[in-house]
């Protein structure tokens, strides 16, 4: 299925959602639409990661899906290295990591879920400053990697001491550009 119908039925599901309001008792949510919204908020976009944090925010409303909130946010990782705040994006992973699980439909949605972890990884990056952005994208690129053939996160001293020397080499060049424009 593509990821614009996908993405469609999906709008369609959180549409009908509005209109009914809360599902009552009597309505139990159904596997399709539980996968729609699930689908819904484990895409790459910005738009979709908005979504799901605000779900993940106010989750009373959602409480009927059954989705697993819990989270390690970047396992045995920093959650955010050398000040990068990675722990939202490491939290969606686990989110939707364990509710695919949960489904029996992870495999199916593991690269997709690993590509919206960079994604989100990416956008934390655009955050700081041009100076120490390279330091940002060379941890979520380590961190990408690490999902992407590990499952988990299992960063070594060695990337983030890498990382660091970056950081530190746009933080000087940062201070030697604020002080030739004075």
């Known amino acids: 299925m593509s990821r614009r119908l996908l993405t469609a039925l999906a709008a369609s599901a959180f549409a009908v959602l509005a209109v009914l309001g809360t599902a009552s008792p009597a309505a139990a949510v159904t596997q399709q639409e539980k996968l729609a919204v699930l689908s819904s908020w484990t895409q790459t976009s910005a738009s979709s990661y908005n979504a799901w944090n ?29 000040g990068f705040t990675f722990e939202l994006s490491c939290y969606r992973h686990d989110f939707g990591y364990r509710n695919y699980k949960a489904v029996s439909q992870f495999e199916a949605n593991k690269d997709r879920l690993d590509s919206a972890f960079y994604e989100d990884l990416k956008r934390v990056c655009g955050t700081y400053n041009v100076f120490v952005r390279p330091a940002c994208l060379s941890l979520a690129w380590t961190y990408y990697q690490a999902v992407r053939a590990f499952g988990s996160l299992v960063i070594s001293d060695a990337d983030l001491e890498r990382a660091a020397k970056l950081k530190a080499d746009g933080e000087r060049r940062a201070a030697a550009a604020a002080a030739a424009n004075r």
């Open 54 to 82: 605000s779900a993940r925010t106010n989750q009373a409303p959602w409480a009927e899906y059954g989705f697993n909130w819990t989270t390690d946010y970047c396992s045995s990782s920093p959650d955010n290295p050398l």
